[in-house]
């Protein structure tokens, strides 16, 4: 299974381009689904820097991505 997940509004609030504050239980919830098998798509209109700030912010919670805006 395969799930494509947002950065901004579902991880964290909708705040862009900033980082809004992490939606509670956001980061722990896609652990418990890497956990169990699903890749993990991040999925977001962010890109360059900002993109790379949004996987760092994940990568710091122990939330890796199978792929960064691609399939």
Known sequence: ???AVDFDGTIVEHKYPAIGQEIPFATDT???LQRDGPRLILW???EGAL?????AFCR???VEF???NSD
């Open 1 to 3: 299974m395969i799930i």
């Open 30 to 32: 896609l652990k418990l």
């Open 44 to 46: 977001t209109v962010r």
């Open 51 to 55: 993109l790379e700030e949004a996987v």
């Open 60 to 62: 710091a919670r122990g």
């Open 66 to 68: 199978f792929a960064v």
